[in-house]
């Protein structure tokens, strides 16, 4: 069964700096985790021109620095200076401490990335940070960027999930990455497409709990990403953003959730 989750109702907006912030787990019928297995959150973020966020610490979050669009400007007390565009990722591997900041200069551009957190499989791991060029982006094929450490992947984290990126032409057709035991989960970063009878539109998700395979079609040209995740492989819930003390339990969203499903029969107009 797929599951959809529409745009996210949890938008954290710092003057200049947005997150939009997308949880796994919430996407099922009912929740008991804000994440789903070692992939914690998907953070849909926007910089604007000259915006600094200032030196913070991370611990025990394994951070993904995706950016399509823009450039990300960052520091950190270890490696100094990087950025990372569309030619660069980046991967911090908080383990038990890592210090960075994030900017935009006020020439840049608009800067929207996703930040993907992911649980490490032990706490307070050995921190460090990876930076370095991704392979040229060839249209209709899926590009693995990230997996879990000692395999085929350019970058790791320390945990079983594997990250991909495509870029769709208007039309087309693909499978979703898929491998033994392992769940779907998917975020359209823009454009459309369909999948098993559902569309999805830009800041839509999707989580297949099986690892059958599953096909998209365009609708519209569409950049997105998409994740092989392991939900039974050993996580540690200690991170400072993946699993942060602010984040609401699952009971509270179960209770929204049929909220939010009573609220739309009541709406729905008599036959």
Avoid at 66 to 91: I, K, Q, S, Y
Avoid at 122 to 141: F, R
Avoid at 157 to 176: H, M
Avoid at 177 to 197: C, E, K, N, T, W
Wanted: glycine fraction near 8%; include cysteine.
């Amino acid at each position: 069964m797929l599951l959809k989750g529409e745009r996210t109702f949890v938008v954290r907006d710092a003057g200049g700096f947005v997150a939009h912030v997308n949880m796994p787990g919430w996407l099922k019928p009912k929740p008991t985790d804000h994440g789903h297995g070692p992939l914690a959150m998907v953070v849909e973020t926007i910089l604007h021109p000259g915006r600094l966020v200032a030196m913070h610490e991370h611990r025990n979050d394994e951070i993904i620095s995706w950016v399509p669009d823009g450039v990300m400007r960052h520091e950190d007390r270890a490696v100094g200076r990087l950025v990372a565009d569309n030619e660069h990722l980046m991967v911090m591997n908080a383990g038990r401490s890592f210090w960075h900041s994030e900017e935009t200069l006020p020439s840049d551009p608009p800067l929207r990335m996703l930040q993907i957190l992911i649980r490490p499989s032990a706490i307070d791991l050995e921190p460090g940070v990876q930076y370095g060029p991704v392979p040229a982006m060839i249209p209709n094929t899926w590009r693995h960027l990230v997996g879990p450490e000692g395999g085929e992947a350019p970058f790791f984290v320390r945990n079983a999930v594997d990250f991909f990126d495509i870029q769709l032409s208007d039309g087309a057709r693909v499978e979703f990455p898929h491998m033994q035991g392992r769940d779907l989960y998917f975020y359209v970063f823009s454009g459309s497409i369909a999948a098993q009878g559902q569309t999805f539109v830009e800041g839509e998700q999707g989580l297949l709990l099986s690892d059958d395979t599953l096909t998209a079609e365009a609708r519209r040209p569409c950049l997105m990403v998409a994740f092989l995740v392991d939900p039974q492989s050993p996580v540690t819930r200690k991170g400072t953003v993946g699993d942060h003390r602010k984040i609401p339990p699952a009971f509270v969203i179960r209770v929204l959730k049929v909220w939010l499903r009573f609220k739309r029969l009541w709406r729905r107009p008599p036959p």
